[in-house]
């Protein structure tokens, strides 16, 4: 799908603009014109591309999708490499995808090209189509807004994941289970996946707000150097998280490590009560009277219940000895 947009000065915002006026729009300085490619196919993406004059690598790095966020300077144009993070809507709580967004960004044009639908352009667009204020501070402030959506999408996913935490540490002291542990290497994976989009796409809002390009206005730097320091807290955000899932899996192994450890004690305790009763009917159990021994005299019922006696009080004997060897 693709969708236009275009904005001029004094009139209202125009939509569905069929590529043959992009030529006359884009010799207009004062407007700004927005194509935005959504699952479009490459073979109907490359010819509009390439009608904007791009580099073919510029084209080639846009179609591939499989870039880490960076930023080229073409001279009249920059070509931005943007991640985001989406929760999907399977049944799964982390069904976590991970898109790319390319950006050509112009003196008076905004490309977008993206493989799935992208919920901060979507808002953008149609916040753009309400209100003209969107579009009539030019396009790189209208990339502003685009990527403000974007890195404001990442809250729900930190407050679901900050929850998920909270309740895992609730689980892992009442009934630690393999779920448990599933759902703590689950979120490990998912801030691990959010740091690899954090870190260099904060170094890319960071030449946003720095360097000096030709299609950045320098009054409009200062809207990207607030970008850049919310991906800041969002990745001091990212590293707190990760520590507090760390601390509750270092949590969980000592938990089922003392549980473990307290039934190998009393399974000792049961296998050490029990073990002089094997002694004592292993012995009484043997052939004495064969050999004519001392107690050979004996009345069989002395001996029977001198027996069972004996069985009775050794297991009594032995746990308040390990008792007060404090061992139980």
């Given at each position: 799908?693709?969708?236009?947009l275009?904005?001029?000065?004094g009139?209202?915002v125009?939509t569905?603009?069929?590529?043959?006026?992009f030529?006359?729009?884009?010799?207009d300085r004062?407007?700004?014109?927005?194509?935005?490619?959504?699952?479009?196919?490459p073979e109907?993406?490359?010819?509009?591309?390439?009608?904007?004059?791009?580099?073919?690598l510029?084209?080639?790095?846009a179609?591939?999708?499989?870039h880490?966020?960076k930023?080229?300077?073409?001279?009249?144009?920059?070509?931005i490499?943007l991640?985001?993070?989406?929760?999907?809507?399977?049944?799964?709580?982390?069904?976590t995808?991970i898109d790319e967004?390319?950006i050509?960004?112009?003196?008076?044009?905004?490309?977008?090209?993206?493989?799935?639908?992208?919920?901060?352009i979507?808002?953008?667009?149609?916040?753009s189509?309400?209100?003209?204020?969107?579009?009539?501070d030019?396009?790189?402030h209208l990339l502003?807004?685009i990527i403000?959506?974007?890195?404001?999408?990442?809250?729900?996913?930190?407050?679901?994941?900050?929850?998920e935490?909270?309740?895992?540490?609730?689980?892992?002291f009442?009934?630690?289970?393999s779920?448990t542990?599933?759902?703590?290497f689950?979120?490990?994976?998912?801030?691990?996946a959010?740091?690899?989009?954090?870190?260099p796409?904060?170094?890319?809002?960071?030449k946003?707000?720095?360097?000096?390009?030709?299609?950045i206005d320098?009054?409009?730097?200062?809207f990207f150097?607030?970008?850049?320091?919310?991906l800041?807290?969002?990745?001091d955000?990212n590293?707190s998280?990760?520590?507090?899932?760390?601390?509750?899996?270092?949590?969980?192994?000592?938990?089922?490590?003392?549980?473990?450890?307290?039934v190998?004690k009393?399974l000792?305790?049961?296998?050490?009560?029990?073990?002089?009763?094997t002694?004592?009917?292993?012995?009484?159990?043997?052939?004495?009277?064969?050999?004519?021994?001392?107690?050979?005299?004996?009345?069989?019922p002395?001996?029977?219940?001198?027996?069972?006696g004996?069985i009775?009080?050794?297991?009594?004997f032995m746990?308040?000895?390990?008792?007060?060897?404090?061992?139980?």
């Open positions: 799908m693709i969708r236009t275009f904005y001029f000065p009139k209202p125009r569905d603009i069929h590529p043959s006026e030529p006359r729009l884009l010799r004062r407007g700004l014109l927005w194509v935005d490619f959504t699952s479009e196919p109907s993406a490359l010819p509009l591309l390439q009608s904007f004059k791009f580099h073919h510029a084209i080639e790095d179609l591939q999708q499989t880490a966020p930023i080229d300077d073409w001279g009249d144009y920059l070509y490499v991640n985001y993070m989406h929760l999907g809507k399977a049944t799964e709580p982390w069904d995808e967004l390319d050509f960004l112009g003196r008076n044009y905004v490309i977008t090209h993206h493989d799935n639908p992208l919920s901060s979507d808002e953008t667009w149609n916040a189509q309400r209100d003209p204020r969107y579009s009539q030019g396009p790189d502003y807004k403000d959506a974007i890195v404001t999408n990442y809250m729900p996913i930190i407050e679901k994941i900050d929850e935490i909270d309740w895992i540490e609730d689980q892992v009442d009934r630690p289970s779920e542990l599933s759902k703590l689950t979120l490990k994976r998912v801030l691990l959010m740091r690899r989009i954090l870190l796409q904060r170094e890319v809002l960071n946003m707000a720095r360097d000096d390009y030709d299609v320098r009054k409009d730097r200062i150097r607030d970008i850049y320091d919310h800041v807290r969002l990745h955000v590293e998280l990760r520590d507090l899932v760390g601390g509750a899996l270092d949590t969980y192994l000592s938990v089922v490590n003392n549980r473990m450890n307290e190998m009393t000792t305790i049961i296998t050490t009560l029990f073990m002089p009763l002694f004592v009917t292993g012995f009484f159990g043997m052939n004495f009277f064969a050999a004519n021994p001392p107690y050979a005299s004996w009345t069989l002395t001996i029977f219940y001198g027996t069972l004996l009775m009080l050794t297991p009594v746990f308040f000895w390990m008792r007060r060897r404090t061992w139980v």
